[in-house]
């Protein structure tokens, strides 16, 4: 009905500066109710055409502004942001099912502090020289901004994941297209509203939403796009990769994980136990570098597992609006469903399901009985040959395994076609730095999960991507080096 459609939010492409509205629209659910909330553009070539254009307008003079101008920008735009940030976290938790408790302590924090860091890193970055005495020569680099950077970011961090990308882009002077997922694109569209009183030009930062299929692709196919920076599957990497070989783009890529936790009989438990609940449940597990694959030491194996499960369960699921609930609804119905057959494949293969989905009783609020919520579940006995421990569930879903070697567990845990992420366990030093250097893992955390130095590579092995971001590898990634020599 007519009546029932003016309630929903209605978003609208932003693009040089104006928000402008599109033919056609996709639905938008709250993930907690299961109801239409929102209506999101649903773009596709003419849209991303426009933005192109407006983008490519843009560049002359937004990449001949010094790094200081564009500095203060975007420090201003973090300020602004900051300014709502309870707005901001309320919008996320609402059209991502993520917790509010998390969405204010991690995805919009996080999202200001993308703009401050590259607002700041931007300032300090130096190019390279040589001499050649001999030859009477003098060799120098210098860095120009690429141009347009087509940004695709995912649905599990929306805000978080695409201001670590435009904040890099357009600090090193380069100006954006922007998709954000089609599942969460309420922020995004909050944050265009700002960009004006941030003082950032029309055309520097423009959003065009919609499905991967559509506008995602027109983006990756458009020959003035010369960068594309994308997080998410590693399936949709693939098309990218195709799709946008004919143009030699540049790609950034930063796309799944199968995370192992190796925990050491020498692991200090109490530590280890709630940071390990943590890295396998905290937003619904959905989060790139969750851990879903614990081996265990098996001299230590049941106290872990009787202690993990019984953490496990202290988790609350439930409406994320409330502040003492610990896990949100996950993104979709089809998701749900997918992690679902998961936990129904594992317990087909002989595994033992030992807390969550289909074991302990899930109780909701009136309100949230159509949401899409799972509990934190925690599987034991799966074989490594499971597509339980090869392939990325994304939800609150962890595999416990026991090992009984370093040898061994190095040589399983790197079993699997992924490579982001590893945590290790473990009081002893040595043994830390050999299974670090073995690991084939971009990042390796030890006795600890998700601590974060947005100076330091943050990146893949193997299928989990190409490229690395952080301060030196995202302004190297958005710019073009050029090698100058000067003969006198």
Not at 399 to 422: H, M, P, S
Request: proline share 6%; hydrophobic share 40%.
């Amino acid at each position: 009905t007519m009546a029932h459609s003016k309630a929903l939010l209605v978003l609208e492409n932003f693009i040089g500066g104006k928000f402008v509205p599109c033919s056609s629209y996709i639905d938008s659910y709250n993930p907690s109710t299961g109801d239409v909330y929102c209506r999101v553009p649903d773009s596709g070539k003419e849209e991303v055409e426009a933005a192109v254009k407006a983008a490519k307008d843009a560049f002359p003079i937004w990449s001949s502004k010094s790094p200081l101008e564009r500095s203060q920008i975007l420090n201003k735009l973090a300020d602004l942001i900051e300014h709502d940030l309870e707005a901001f976290a309320q919008a996320e938790s609402k059209d991502q099912g993520k917790t509010i408790t998390f969405a204010r302590t991690v995805d919009i924090p996080r999202a200001v502090h993308n703009f401050r860091f590259f607002a700041s890193s931007i300032l300090h970055h130096v190019t390279e020289c040589t001499e050649m005495p001999a030859m009477g020569c003098v060799h120098y680099t210098s860095r120009a901004p690429v141009g347009v950077a087509g940004l695709i970011s995912p649905w599990n961090l929306p805000l978080y994941l695409l201001t670590w990308k435009i904040a890099p882009a357009i600090a090193c002077g380069n100006t954006v297209v922007a998709k954000p997922s089609e599942m969460t694109s309420v922020t995004a569209w909050m944050m265009c509203k700002l960009m004006e009183k941030a003082g950032v030009p029309p055309g520097v930062v423009n959003v065009v939403f919609g499905t991967g299929a559509k506008a995602g692709e027109a983006l990756v196919c458009h020959p003035d796009v010369p960068l594309i920076s994308f997080t998410g599957s590693t399936l949709t990497a693939q098309r990218i990769t195709e799709k946008s070989a004919p143009h030699c783009k540049r790609l950034s890529l930063e796309l799944g994980g199968k995370n192992p936790a190796i925990i050491f009989d020498d692991a200090d438990l109490s530590q280890c136990i709630p940071t390990t609940v943590r890295s396998s449940f905290a937003n619904q597990g959905e989060i790139c570098l969750c851990t879903s694959r614990i081996f265990v030491q098996r001299g230590i194996y049941s106290e872990f597992l009787k202690r993990f499960v019984a953490e496990a369960k202290k988790w609350k699921t439930g409406n994320p609006s409330d502040p003492t609930i610990d896990v949100g609804a996950l993104i979709s119905k089809e998701h749900l469903e997918k992690v679902r057959s998961y936990v129904k494949k594992a317990q087909a293969e002989g595994a033992r399901v030992l807390c969550g989905e289909g074991v302990d009783p899930l109780a909701l609020p009136p309100g949230n009985q159509k949401g899409y919520f799972m509990l934190p579940t925690v599987i034991a006995e799966v074989k490594d040959e499971s597509c339980c421990m090869q392939e990325e569930i994304f939800g609150p879903v962890t595999c416990v395994v026991a090992f009984d070697t370093e040898e061994e567990v190095i040589k399983r845990a790197n079993g699997v076609k992924y490579g982001l992420a590893a945590t290790v366990w473990s009081g002893n030093v040595g043994r830390v730095h050999r299974v670090a250097h073995k690991l084939q893992s971009g990042l390796v955390w030890t006795n600890c999960w998700l601590v974060r130095d947005l100076n330091l590579p943050f990146g893949g092995m193997k299928a989990s991507g190409i490229g690395r971001e952080g301060a030196k590898d995202s302004y190297e990634f958005f710019t073009e080096v050029k090698t100058i020599t000067i003969k006198h």
